[in-house]
């Protein structure tokens, strides 16, 4: 590792600590040629492959869930932290099964059975773009499997 201020590569670790909220370590750095200090952030790289629906396979990259998730979070109660958290949970339940590939289905069934615990609009976000709805009624389905002793009328 280099200092980003003068690239000098002694470097010594002053501070670390868990970053819980992230799933990483975070580490206080001081060069040892310019005495700045500077954070860095350890995290596990997740080696898992992702089974595509045309039949491709794409390495799990964590940055697309993140986006996913805060694009169906999005002006609702749940917080850009509370997304991160469950980046994290998701990505820990993913090193706890130890698959090296894991289907573009069995994600989403995951992250949508945590979203639905956490906040129905969020929740039916993610389904319509996860499940790729076609009509309204496959819509008004996945809204009366929130909690189907609602009685939601439709006129279809």
Not at 28 to 56: A, I, P, S, W
Not at 85 to 94: D, R, T
Not at 104 to 127: C, F, N, P, W
């Amino acid at each position: 590792m280099k200092c980003p201020y003068c690239n000098h590569t002694e470097l010594k670790v002053t501070d670390s600590r868990n970053a819980v909220e992230m799933n990483a370590i975070r580490r206080r750095r001081e060069c040892l040629n310019c005495q700045r200090r500077f954070t860095t952030f350890e995290t596990v790289e997740l080696m898992v492959q992702v089974h595509k629906r045309d039949g491709r396979y794409e390495d799990f990259q964590q940055q697309k869930l993140t986006n996913g998730l805060e694009a169906a979070c999005r002006h609702t109660r749940i917080s850009r932290n509370q997304v991160h958290a469950l980046v994290a949970k998701i990505m820990a339940e993913l090193m706890e099964l130890g698959v090296k590939e894991i289907t573009t289905h069995d994600l989403g069934e995951m992250v949508m059975k945590h979203l639905q615990m956490l906040d129905s609009i969020a929740y039916i976000r993610y389904a319509c773009v996860y499940k790729r709805f076609t009509d309204i009624c496959e819509l008004v389905e996945a809204i009366r499997s929130i909690n189907p002793k609602d009685g939601i009328q439709t006129a279809i």
